[in-house]
């Protein structure tokens, strides 16, 4: 089969960052199904492990998590999916990646793929899904359908997570949201996709906030760039409020939180199906939910643009636009 696999870290750049390849279609085993992958997405993961990670062995690394494809062959203890069923997911980080034409996955972590979707457009949807949904609700435990339920301040709104975060948040809850974007196109595309407001996170937010007359949030979801912004989080966090965060800052001090006795809460979307926690199978019945919620027309994918097929050249285009931090939505690849 076909793949794009890599055997030395290098700068995007370099001709060999990211190499086309041929491996052998795997087989399937006990919860796996063997995938025919359609489409994916590029995600920040891919970018850091390529630019850290050395391979096993002589072995090449395959990155990508995100999917949408078609189920082709199923382990004797799946009960979710067969052989036919469209489907979406973000896989695993401890397992190779979905730059492949057939991949395997655990049928506990896949959702049923939104029948309204082209593959692209589901594809960009699994692995930020997965994140905003546990970050919302799991972790920051904000009840769905309340009204007035306060304000969330999501800074880093027009990426992959916030895109989708956004709209979980204004579709099922009863919070204001507050995000952040720099440029008019991505602070337009927040307002589009449900922001009660934006603010610029490249200007001090605390004058910003004082000038909407939020001067303190109960609920602030770093995604971005917190190193820098965690001095304004402190501040702007109301008393007895709730922090979450999902990127990786070089430190973090929680002791700034005990004045006001606000809580630290960290989001990590390949928690559960690194340590096969108990709850690992809630991501097979978020991405179902989410799934029926766009095929209501509730929410819509966070897709924004589609790169090509899915070879080395075209996933050197999109890691870069990644790397440069400027990608609004999702970046997606379709077929091989
Ligand atoms: N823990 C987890 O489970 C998990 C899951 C997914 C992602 N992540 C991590 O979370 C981070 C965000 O992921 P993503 O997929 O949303 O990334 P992304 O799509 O690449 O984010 C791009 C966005 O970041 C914004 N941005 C750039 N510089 C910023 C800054 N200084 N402050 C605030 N926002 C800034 C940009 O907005 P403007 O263009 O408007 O400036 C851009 O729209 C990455 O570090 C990723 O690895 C973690």
Known sequence: MKAVGYKTPLPIAEADS?????????????????VEVKAVSVNPVDVKIRARTKPEGSEYKVLGWDAAGIVK????????????????????????????????????I??????????????????????????????LSVPESTPDAGNLLIIGGAGGVGSILIQLARKLTGLTIIATASRPETQKWCLDLGAHHVIDHAKPMGEQMKSLGI?????????????KHYPGVVELLAPEGKFGLIDDPETLDAKPLKR?????????????SLFHT????????????????????VIRSTFDHEIGSINAANLKKAHALIESGRAQGKVVLAGF
């Not at 190779?96 to 655990?106: I, K, M």
């Open 73 to 108: 062959a199923a382990g004797v203890e799946c009960t979710l999916f067969k052989p036919g069923d469209e489907v979406y997911y973000a896989g695993s980080v401890a397992r190779p990646g979905t730059n492949a034409e057939f991949h395997l996955v655990d049928e506990r």
């Open 278 to 297: 108990p709850t690992m199978p809630a991501q097979h019945q978020i991405l179902n939910r989410v799934s029926e919620l766009i095929d209501a027309g």
């Open 18 to 34: 990211l190499l086309d390849i041929e491996l052998a279609i795997p087989t399937v085993e006990g919860h796996d199904l063997l």
């Open 110 to 139: 896949v959702g049923k793929k939104p029948g309204g979707l082209s593959f692209a457009h589901a594809a960009a949807l699994p692995l930020t899904t997965l994140t905003g949904w546990e970050l919302l609700f799991d972790r």
């Open 215 to 227: 001067p303190q949030v109960e609920l602030i979801a770093s995604l971005n760039a917190t190193d």
């Open 260 to 272: 006001k006795a606000a809580s630290l809460h960290w989001e990590f979307m390949f928690a559960r």
